[in-house]
């Protein structure tokens, strides 16, 4: 089993809802998994971040096109990062990646990108139809 095993995927009709976790090995370095985030990749499109957490401090980050919709949160007793999806659109379809990296990549000044973090799930699937 790798560092960060995702579940929670599924099929959902437009406007539901989705609770997808990652579980993150007890074993991961914390000082190299401080950033948490989901991504995602649709067929044909490139891989996009959907939200962070700061492990440390909660702070949280959004793109644009899931704000308002979409809430990460974090277990921290148990080791388990969540995102909550709510009013689910067609084109939220894609699979879903949940991602570590260093805390820095948590800080204001940063955008979400792949190579920012170093540990990846294998990703579940979210397929929303209308």
């Known amino acids: 089993q790798g560092e960060l095993v995702e579940s929670g995927g599924g099929s959902v009709q437009a406007g539901g809802s989705l609770r997808l976790s990652c579980a993150v090995s007890r ?3 914390t000082s190299s998994t401080g950033c948490m985030g989901w991504f995602r990749q649709a067929p044909g499109k490139e891989r996009e971040g959907v939200a962070r ?3 440390g401090d909660g702070r949280t980050y959004y793109a644009d096109s899931v704000k308002g919709r979409f809430t990460i ?3 921290s007793a148990s080791n388990t990062l969540y995102l909550q999806m709510n009013s689910l659109k067609p084109e939220d379809t894609a699979m879903y990646y949940c991602a570590a990296g260093a805390p820095l990549f948590c800080s ?3 955008s979400m990108e792949s190579w920012m973090y170093a540990y990846w799930g294998q990703g579940t699937q979210v397929t929303v139809s209308s």
Do not use: P
Request: glycine share 16%.
């Open 27 to 29: 074993y991961t370095s």
């Open 53 to 55: 957490i700061s492990r």
């Open 73 to 75: 949160a974090q277990d």
């Open 108 to 110: 204001g000044g940063y």
